[in-house]
């Protein structure tokens, strides 16, 4: 337990630290924890599956799954650095700049996955279906969630906020779920996900949620209160309830999808570089989910608000 409770503070400060460099350094500076994650989650998974992959299915994936994340991150802030201001063309009218990293990457992710079925042909002997399939599921989890993560990052508005949400919510949400099922869970001893996760609960959850919303209506307060704009907005503060308790719900999926992974593969932990916690994985889990609500709701809003405009 005090493992896990110096292990959890440890982390905490690091997210921290990558925080404070992203606003007042730059923002590749939280890119490159994205990559660690990256990297480190990938080579978890890589281990996880032991001999499922064949080598040379590893050696791709351990390449290929990070570099997706590089590929955006640093097509993206190209694109910001050589940026012209859009120009009318007289036939062809008003032409915007046009932000192509994300075509870049998709292209590059799709390379990976022709790669992987490639290998069928190049090493046809030595690489099965499932091995693909596994190599596969190492590709893309956990590193096309964190691409998502990635895209929070770089969103024109509402960045902050959102690298909080994904990072801020889930623990708190996890915390509120664990007083809850210690609290409950006996008078209400409805499991969540049986097959999964026996310890978890329906009121669990609940609690977790509730979570959801206390952290996101501190995180109100605070984002506001740091900004010196107090003026309270019923708007605002609804749709950050509203996107808190989404955030812990997804969050507490992604805790499930990961122990599904865990119970399919017949181990406890994804890793063991975190004491306490076991792996990178086991300590982001939830965030992946988080990323992409959070990140589907927010850009929603920026769309909307410029539509309207």
């Known amino acids: 337990m005090v493992k896990r409770l110096i292990t959890g503070i440890v982390y905490m400060l690091v997210l921290v630290a990558f925080f404070l460099l992203k606003i007042y350094v730059h923002i590749l500076c939280f890119d490159l924890l994205v990559v660690i994650f990256s990297v480190c989650g990938t080579i978890e998974m890589l281990r996880a599956f032991g001999d499922r992959i064949h080598i040379s299915q590893k050696i791709i994936v351990g390449i290929l799954a990070p570099l997706v994340i590089v590929c955006f991150v640093v097509s993206d ?4 650095l050589t940026a012209t201001p859009p120009t009318v063309d007289p036939d062809l009218g008003y032409i915007p700049n046009t932000n192509y990293s994300a075509h870049l990457t998709f292209v590059v992710f799709i390379g990976a996955l022709a790669l992987l079925f490639g290998m069928m042909v190049f ?14 599921l190492a590709l893309m989890y956990p590193s096309v969630f964190l691409l998502v993560l990635a895209g929070c990052n770089h969103m024109p508005e509402y960045s902050e906020i959102s690298v909080i949400y994904v990072f801020a919510i889930c623990p708190i949400a996890d915390s509120f779920a664990f007083l809850f099922g210690k609290l409950f869970g ?50 605002n503060f609804v749709f950050f309830i509203a996107l808190g308790i989404l955030t812990a719900a997804f969050a507490e999926f992604g805790d ?11 181990i406890k932990d994804m890793g063991k570089c975190l004491p306490g916690h076991g792996g990178v994985l086991d300590r982001i889990d939830s965030s992946l989910y988080a990323s992409l609500i959070v990140c589907l709701v927010c850009v929603a809003r920026i769309m909307l608000t410029r539509w309207i405009a």
């Not at 499930?256 to 017949?266: D, T, Y």
């Open 256 to 266: 499930l999808v990961e122990s599904a992974i865990k119970r399919k593969l017949g």
């Open 186 to 235: 006996k008078r209400v001893p409805a499991k969540l996900a049986p097959n999964v996760s026996p310890n978890k609960t329906l009121i669990g959850g609940l609690g977790g949620l509730i979570g959801g919303a206390f952290g996101a209506a501190a995180i109100f307060f605070l984002y506001y209160g740091l900004l010196g704009d107090m003026n309270f907005r019923w708007g």
């Open 123 to 136: 090493a046809h002997e030595k690489v099965s279906l499932e091995s693909t399939g596994c190599a596969l």
């Open 77 to 80: 802030e190209i694109f910001k």
